[in-house]
């Protein structure tokens, strides 16, 4: 594949969840990711600064909103969790930016992701907007593989 010549676009974009696709979203925000530092001196050390080590890592949630389908899939999922089955509901999910061909750019891989929570859509007679669920999927961690 050669290499490109400028950025991925934002607006084309799957959402993987057990290695299937599912489409239909029209917004997604990426985690980030945050390690704590822990600062330290020792009793004997002459520095003037602290010392800097690496803590714990702490990643943000996958935040996820598109129109509402008639599949109940997403909420089926929510509910393993409100059912006390978090064995069951943790998945491998994946995030896959498409190029203008709409061939696999850069994709983020999330592991044992659970949905912690699930928003049902703002329904509003006099809109014209598409009705959109939300889904904030949490993880253990994430990485960048493409």
């Not at 489409?23 to 704590?36: E, H, K």
């Not at 929510?78 to 994709?107: I, S, T």
Request: proline share 6%; aromatic share 8%.
């Amino acid at each position: 594949m050669p290499d490109r010549h400028g950025p991925l676009r934002n607006t084309r974009f799957l959402l993987e969840i057990d290695g299937v696709a599912r489409g239909g979203f029209s917004v997604c925000c990426l985690p980030s990711a945050r390690t704590d530092v822990v600062e330290y001196r020792e009793g004997n050390d002459g520095r003037p600064t602290n010392r800097k080590l690496a803590g714990s890592t702490d990643y943000g949630p996958l935040v996820l909103k598109g129109g509402v389908a008639d599949g109940t899939g997403l909420y089926e999922w929510h509910r393993l969790v409100e059912q006390g089955k978090l064995g069951e509901a943790r998945r491998p999910v994946a995030v896959v930016v498409l190029d203008e061909e709409g061939q696999p750019g850069a994709r983020w891989e999330f592991r044992d992701a659970w949905p912690a929570r699930y928003g049902a859509p703002r329904l509003d007679a006099t809109g014209k907007g598409v009705a959109l669920e939300t889904l904030e999927i949490v993880t253990e961690g994430f990485e960048r593989v493409q």
